[in-house]
T-cell receptor
């Protein structure tokens, strides 16, 4: 079963708008990573945030982590049509050697 | 650094046949992971290696699935007696250590007829 759950499952916005997607997980983690996947392609790593960090930025991306709520959010600012993809969060649990991806958010940016 | 590569990119096989996929990780990475992804779902963790040691294999889907990394470099994932339900994308990733970023290959898309 999947560890994480992304919300919403699908998101459609106009180019230039901001997109926010959320990830919730169930157990204690070492870190949380966000990935992008274009249709039928491999995953591209976006950001890794460690459990002792609360916020990270990379270009137009901002990730927050709230370990008390077991949740993370990914904000994409000034979206572009090229941002159209599925976005997944992945957690590295503190117990065991297993890694879990969520079910993903499908983002469509309309030009 | 040429990234993670996987071979083949596509495989069509008949039910009951065995298939083997290869993954070449980023050269300095000691950790290698295998995932399966079905349509509309996130990747599902199968197993991982640290160097040549397989440290987690409890999530391999059945005893028809096995993986090796004999010299701590490339890895193979074998599926014996394939079933139609094995049709999926098989992804490989590598990382440089504990709690490090995983870099993914392009995947092998398997279709079992």
């Amino acid at each position: 079963s999947q560890q994480g759950e992304e919300d919403p499952q699908a998101l459609s916005i106009q180019e230039g708008e901001n997109a926010t997607m959320n990830c919730s997980y169930k157990t204690s983690i070492n870190n949380l990573q966000w990935y992008r996947q274009n249709s039928g392609r491999g995953l591209v790593h976006l950001i890794l945030i460690r459990s002792n960090e609360r916020e990270k930025h990379s270009g137009r991306l901002r990730v927050t982590l709230d370990t008390s709520k077991k949740s993370s959010s990914l904000l994409i600012t000034a979206s572009r049509a090229a941002d159209t993809a599925s976005y997944f969060c992945a957690t590295d649990r503190t117990t065991g050697n297993q890694f879990y991806f969520g079910t993903g958010t499908s983002l469509t940016v309309i030009p | 650094d040429t990234g993670v590569s996987q071979d083949p990119r596509h495989k069509i096989t008949k039910r009951g046949q065995n298939v083997t996929f290869r993954c070449d990780p980023i050269s300095e990475h000691n950790r290698l992971y295998w995932y399966r992804q079905t349509l509309g779902q996130g990747p599902e963790f199968l197993t991982y290696f640290q160097n040549e040691a397989q440290l987690e294999k409890s999530r391999l889907l059945s005893d028809r699935f096995s993986a090796e990394r004999p010299k701590g470099s490339f890895s193979t994932l074998e599926i014996q007696r394939t079933e139609q339900g094995d049709s999926a994308m098989y992804l490989c990733a590598s990382s440089s250590g504990v709690a490090a970023t995983q870099y993914f290959g392009p995947g092998t898309r398997l279709l079992v007829l």
